[in-house]
């Protein structure tokens, strides 16, 4: 297992009490957990307090990937930590997102995965998160 991480940053129009919101309810998950322009989200579930699961499948080229996890850490409006289980990571992947005030209602964003199985996984991954991350900024910008 690779101890390999990413780390993607992004500023949010958003206040971290919004932002942090939008990672727990599932309807605004189908909103912007899609990496690719043409891809939605079919299923999203989320049992949103530590221990809680989720569950997020995201369709692309017609083709459902499952992606599920456990809430790890819930700190409202400031962390979230969770683990990260899809067809494309490890045993042990955990994501960190962490919010910040930014000024004028904003959220300054950083999201780090860690363990990949290869720098390949790795960098999808920061693809695949920082379209996410975008969409995440578009859905209030």
Same mark, same amino acid.
């Given at each position: 297992?690779?101890?390999?991480?990413?780390?993607?940053?992004?500023?949010?129009?958003?206040?971290?009490?919004?932002?942090?919101?939008?990672?727990?309810?599932?309807?605004?998950?189908?909103?912007?957990? =899609?990496?690719?322009?043409?891809?939605? !989200?079919?299923?999203? #579930? +989320?049992?949103?307090?530590?221990? @809680?699961?989720?569950?997020? $499948?995201?369709?692309?080229?017609?083709?459902?990937?499952?992606?599920?996890?456990?809430?790890?850490? =819930?700190?409202?409006?400031?962390?979230? !930590?969770?683990?990260? #289980? +899809?067809?494309?990571?490890?045993? @042990?992947?955990?994501?960190? $997102?962490?919010?910040?005030?930014?000024?004028?209602?904003?959220?300054?964003?950083?999201?780090?995965? =860690?363990?990949?199985?290869?720098?390949?996984?790795?960098?999808?991954?920061?693809?695949?998160?920082?379209?996410?991350?975008?969409?995440?900024?578009?859905?209030?910008?």
């Amino acid at each position: 297992m690779s101890e390999l991480s990413l780390t993607v940053k992004k500023t949010i129009p958003a206040t971290p009490e919004t932002v942090f919101n939008a990672w727990l309810d599932p309807s605004m998950l189908k909103q912007f957990m =899609v990496t690719c322009e043409g891809d939605n !989200v079919p299923k999203a #579930e +989320s049992d949103s307090r530590e221990g @809680g699961h989720f569950l997020i $499948v995201m369709e692309s080229g017609g083709k459902e990937i499952p992606h599920s996890g456990t809430y790890l850490v =819930v700190k409202p409006h400031s962390r979230l !930590v969770f683990t990260w #289980e +899809s067809p494309h990571s490890v045993d @042990g992947s955990t994501v960190t $997102v962490d919010l910040a005030p930014s000024g004028d209602g904003a959220t300054d964003l950083t999201l780090t995965q =860690v363990k990949f199985a290869s720098e390949g996984a790795r960098d999808g991954h920061i693809k695949g998160w920082t379209a996410i991350l975008d969409a995440l900024a578009g859905t209030f910008g």
